[in-house]
């Protein structure tokens, strides 16, 4: 049975940082495109960041170029974001995302495992 669970979510204050972490069970992370997505209240959920199989290319949508950063940690079979210089606007409940793929993108079609979710919310 397989498993992704994110954690490391929570309260922020503008300017300030968070680093997610989205552990998995009964899949191995390594060799598949990982993406981290986000959906806020009445928005549709959208790609944040993401990571090809061999973890040498990232993808970032527009919004957080310079701020978040996707990694990955084979031996703990674990991908975190890091995000920085956090925003009123990043506030939302961001998931992570596993795929059979080797390149990575913003379509949610190309993840087959997905996690539950943890909040952030920024604000002072």
């Known amino acids: 049975q397989w498993q992704l669970v994110e954690s490391g979510g929570g309260l922020a204050q503008p300017g300030g940082s968070l680093r997610l972490s989205c552990a998995a069970s009964?899949?191995?992370?390594?060799?598949?495109?990982i993406g981290w997505f986000r959906q806020a209240p009445g928005r549709e959920r959208e790609g944040v960041s993401c990571?090809?199989?061999?973890?040498?290319?990232?993808k970032n949508v527009d919004s957080v170029k310079g701020r978040f950063t996707i990694s990955r940690d084979n031996a703990k079979n674990t991908v975190y974001l890091q995000m920085n210089s956090l925003k009123p606007e990043d506030t939302a409940l961001y998931y992570c995302?596993?795929?059979?793929?080797?390149?990575?993108?913003?379509?949610?079609?190309?993840?087959?495992?997905w996690g539950q979710g943890t909040q952030v919310t920024v604000s002072s």
């Open positions: 995302a596993a795929g059979l793929a080797t390149l990575c993108d913003f379509s949610e079609t190309t993840y087959n495992y």
């Open positions: 009964g899949v191995t992370l390594d060799y598949r495109a």
């Open positions: 990571l090809t199989s061999s973890a040498r290319t990232t």
